[in-house]
């Protein structure tokens, strides 16, 4: 059953007919921040920084400033920021990022739940939770990230760590900004923020070559977001997206012989094409039903579009038969290819419905006299995946041979309740999350079947509060790590059902944090991630992997702070010393229980360095603003069986470690409520690998950005 289209109209409704509430309107005043002075309706993974004190786990925040001062490029260049956070490259414009938290594979970033505004980011979080779009940086003014017992509040994903991204909140009176940005590789990136009456109107273009020859991004995002006041004790914000990306991008890396004989930059895959269109709405309401009961409510719906035509996706593809097989050995023997000469390509089309609806009661009250605050809430979400594949037979076809053609549907059902108990200094927070998933797969090809399965699970978790000061917090947490898998992992194209179980782990914290000022914030954090099945797909370590299965264990140590030194210089910085990232025992195919090749107890992790590092400086003087940032990642494997010496195909060996240099001068001109700034990405233009899934990707080459900003 395709999902119920009354649904959909009945949230649209809901957003309708609560605009039309405008004139009941009620404005309320909260303390002043940088874009609003009322109360907005939002869900918060963390809130503000004062909140840190009440979280029982590690948990970090970027804000606006940190954002604009680095003059970030890319969503990789913020979450780098964080502790225990790798972000792999790919296209070289972060459209598609490989987000990583202590060790998992960051392939897609299949292993990390993404919000925005508390809203899911992902356009299929249950049924198929890969990232093909992200949105753009520009788009946020701050970032949150979650790690430990806190996840289960929100799911599916509570494996590695929520990472919400906050949008700007609309201002009471006229203002706003426009900013231009221009730089070599052909790069600009235009944007427009205007707001006045609790509504805001975003625009962002932004173009540029990628890290690969042949490969150009555009793409444009346009943002609405409205406040509206419902009476004395309610209030709801809307938002609706567009987003569209064009791009000339593929999906291959390169062989070995080509890294070497054409240098690392080199794609020729000239007729790759990369298309999206997103569209989303949702709504947040607040309703306080006294001083002490507060509900929220999110509506939530997008659809997403995506068309991928591609003549290669791996550099042991031979699409195309025995053209296709002369094609791939020509590259594997570093000849000069042209894809005009095979007649082949393949279109990987793609459409996603998302749907949802999620309340949260929250509750101030007191059990035996034992002060404690209540948070509840159910979800119900509904997804459809609309996939097909056309094989056509030129390099530049748009139609041809339908070799694939099915849809997915994913119903989930959710409920979490948690408690946090007050004694004194100590605070004691447990807490209960359950997942019940139901997932159909409908093969549309002649002779096609359809296949069903359904999932239940219980999610626990404990956390810990200490706080012997108003500046120091202790904490202490254990959760249950749960992760879904993918509808077609566990529903064959005949119908028949694969014995897939959910990912499962045991998570254990053990940090602390010190805030001794607001601009000063310290966290170091103690993490074992013991996983009872650690699931592998296809794609994310050398790709003709096939579905795996595993036990593990990640354990590590993790920094972060922030230093004002107060005479105008200040240092910031995130380290991860991910000690332990082991296969313990060896990873086995799901079926046929086949060990993977080379796979064995005690061998690491692929794409797990053990070091990461990103650390910033910077002075200020006047009207100007400095900083000098390094982001090092230590050497990591590529394959289970930690393969060092490089395969012809590029897929396998070890990536050496790396480590780049970005500026940053911002120069403000108050008199004009101008800014000035100027940026330099891989400041030595070094070249080094970043991935070997699908052959060698390499990391982007210099980018040099010029740009002005002008508030009013």
């Not at 566990?490 to 601009?519: D, F, K, Y």
Request: net charge positive.
């Amino acid at each position: 059953m395709h999902i119920n289209k009354q649904l959909i109209y009945i949230l649209t409704l809901v957003l309708i007919s609560t605009c039309t509430l405008l004139s009941q309107t009620k404005k309320t005043v909260l303390e002043d921040t940088i874009y609003t002075t009322y109360i907005m309706p939002v869900v918060n993974v963390i809130g503000t920084t004062e909140n840190l004190i009440t979280i029982p786990g590690s948990a970090n925040v970027l804000h606006m400033r940190s954002l604009e001062i680095s003059r970030v490029f890319t969503t990789n260049e913020a979450l780098r920021k964080f502790p225990g956070v790798n972000v792999r490259d790919e296209d070289g414009f972060g459209l598609r990022p490989n987000i990583s938290i202590r060790g998992l594979n960051p392939t897609r970033t299949t292993k990390v739940t993404l919000l925005e505004d508390g809203v899911p980011v992902a356009y299929s979080p249950y049924g198929d939770n890969a990232s093909y779009y992200h949105p753009p940086i520009d788009r946020f003014e701050r970032i949150e990230l979650l790690k430990g017992a806190g996840q289960i509040l929100f799911g599916p994903q509570t494996i590695g760590g929520i990472i919400n991204y906050i949008t700007p909140a609309p201002a009471e009176l006229f203002g706003g900004f426009v900013s231009v940005t221009g730089g070599n590789r052909g790069y600009f990136d235009g944007k427009v923020r205007l707001s006045a009456h609790r509504m805001l109107l975003d625009y962002t273009r932004k173009q540029g070559e990628g890290a690969r020859n042949n490969i150009y991004s555009q793409l444009n995002d346009f943002n609405f977001k409205a406040v509206l006041g419902l009476g004395s004790n309610q209030a709801i914000t809307l938002r609706a997206n567009v987003f569209t990306e064009n791009s000339t991008v593929t999906y291959s890396g390169l062989t070995e012989a080509e890294f070497q004989n054409f240098g690392p930059f080199y794609n020729p895959f000239k007729n790759d094409r990369f298309d999206i269109k997103r569209y989303g709405a949702s709504a947040t309401h607040n309703l306080e039903l006294g001083e002490s009961v507060l509900l929220t409510t999110n509506f939530y719906l997008s659809q997403f579009n995506r068309d991928w035509w591609r003549q290669s996706s791996t550099t042991t593809d031979t699409q195309g038969g025995a053209a296709g097989i002369a094609f791939r050995d020509a590259r594997l023997a570093g000849k000069k290819v042209n894809p005009d000469d095979l007649n082949s390509v393949q279109g990987r089309l793609r459409k996603y419905t998302t749907l949802g609806v999620e309340p949260r009661l929250k509750i101030l009250h007191s059990v035996l006299g034992i002060s404690s605050e209540l948070q509840f809430g159910i979800k119900v979400h509904f997804e459809e995946q609309n996939r097909r594949q056309i094989n056509g037979i030129t390099p530049t076809a748009r139609a041809g041979t339908t070799v694939e053609d099915n849809i997915r549907e994913t119903k989930a059902y959710s409920a979490f309740i948690v408690n946090r108990f007050l004694f004194g200094n100590f605070s004691v927070t447990p807490g209960l999350r359950y997942e019940y998933i139901s997932s159909l797969r409908t093969n549309r090809l002649p002779g096609g079947k359809a296949g069903s399965d359904d999932l239940g699970k219980w999610v626990p978790s404990l956390g810990v509060n200490w706080n012997p000061t108003t500046t120091l917090t202790v904490f202490a947490g254990v959760h249950r790590g749960f992760s879904p898998p993918r509808t077609e992992d566990i529903i064959g194209l005949v119908g028949t059902a694969t014995n897939v179980e959910p990912e499962e782990s045991t998570n254990w914290e053990l940090g602390a944090r010190l805030q001794p000022s607001s601009a000063n914030v310290f966290q170091v954090t103690l993490f074992r991630n013991d996983f009872k099945r650690l699931i592998a797909v296809g794609s994310i370590a050398a790709g003709a992997t096939p579905l795996a299965q595993g036990e593990a264990l990640f354990q590590g140590m993790e920094l972060s702070g922030y230093f004002d030194l107060a005479n105008g210089l200040y240092l910031n910085g995130a380290y991860t010393f991910l000690q332990r990232a082991e296969q313990t025992t060896p990873f086995q195919q799901v079926v046929g229980n086949t060990i993977i090749a080379g796979s064995a107890a005690g061998n690491r992790q692929p794409y797990a360095p053990k070091h990461l590092l990103t650390i910033a400086a910077g002075y200020t003087v006047d009207e100007l603003n400095t900083q000098l940032e390094a982001v090092h990642v230590s050497e990591q494997f590529a394959d289970f069986a930690n393969t060092t010496i490089p395969t012809a195909d590029g897929q396998r060996g070890k990536i050496g470690a790396y480590m780049i240099w970005n500026a940053a001068f911002n120069y403000n001109l108050e008199i004009f409520n101008t800014t000035l700034f100027l940026t330099i990405k891989n400041l030595t233009n070094k070249i080094y690998i970043v991935d070997r899934t699908r052959g060698i990707l390499v990391g982007s080459p210099r980018l040099i950005q010029f740009g002005m900003q002008w508030k009013f």
